[in-house]
T-cell receptor
Framework: SQQGEEDPQALSIQEGENATMNCSYK?????LQWYRQNSGRGLVHLIL?????REKHSGRLRVTLDTSKKSSSLLITASRAADTASYFC???????????FGKGTRLHILP | EAQVTQNPRYLITVTGKKLTVTCSQN?????MSWYRQDPGLGLRQIYY???????DKGDVPEGYKVSRKEKRNFPLILESPSPNQTSLYFC?????????????????FGAGSRLTVL
């Protein structure tokens, strides 16, 4: 399986600080995506980065991709209480049509 | 509103009693998929479908069946549920391959179906 692995499993930071989560995967990819999940609800797409891109920004989100290391990072700047959620990376392979998710990082923003 | 609708949202059943979780999308998406989410294991793909009458196994297909007779619907069938199928299930859809347009790979998720098998 090409399942991604997020690191750390859980992260607690003070409101206003930056949060960084990492994702590693095993096989070649077309795209890597990050999703957010609030407490047992459906996942919501945050950002997609293609395999030929190295960095992408969307609002307070910054994603990097290093295909040589098969890893990605998600940076959330100036965190807010509403950012408390679980974050998942997902990869799709050029070899099949599966979209594989990692185990997620639980982020808790402390007031 | 563009959405993926799953039913039921909550279900408690007993071992061996066949059940179906329905999934419907109104976005004319080609690709649909089922995932299960378990603590510590993240989301694991059960089955997916690239289009009508085309289905493929994901990483954990055992004990499940699917069908794709219409583009909008992708039901998940548990013929003989067992307690290890107690989980939170998500249906998701996306546009599918669209000439390299990466946005076609973004999944839209349903709200989830929490299933308990006693």
């Amino acid at each position: 399986s090409q399942q991604g692995e997020e690191d750390p499993q859980a992260l607690s930071i003070q409101e206003g600080e930056n949060a960084t989560m990492n994702c590693s995967y095993k096989t070649s990819i077309n795209n890597l995506q990050w999703y957010r999940q609030n407490s047992g609800r459906g996942l919501v797409h945050l950002i997609l980065i293609r395999s030929n891109e190295r960095e992408k920004h969307s609002g307070r989100l910054r994603v990097t991709l290093d295909t040589s290391k098969k890893s990605s990072s998600l940076l959330i700047t100036a965190s807010r209480a509403a950012d408390t959620a679980s974050y998942f990376c997902a990869t799709d392979s050029p070899l099949d049509d599966k979209i594989i998710f990692g185990k997620g990082t639980r982020l808790h923003i402390l007031p | 509103e563009a959405q993926v609708t799953q039913n039921p949202r909550y279900l408690i059943t007993v071992t061996g009693k066949k059940l179906t979780v329905t999934c419907s999308q109104n976005m004319n998406h080609e690709y649909m998929s089922w995932y299960r989410q378990d603590p510590g294991l993240g989301l694991r793909q059960i089955y997916y479908s690239m289009n009508v009458e085309v289905t493929d196994k994901g990483d954990v297909p055992e004990g499940y069946k699917v069908s794709r007779k219409e583009k909008r619907n992708f039901p998940l069938i548990l013929e003989s549920p067992s307690p290890n199928q107690t989980s939170l299930y998500f249906c998701a859809s996306k546009k599918g391959w669209a000439g390299g347009y990466s946005g076609a790979n973004v999944l839209t998720f349903g709200a989830g179906s929490r299933l308990t098998v006693l």
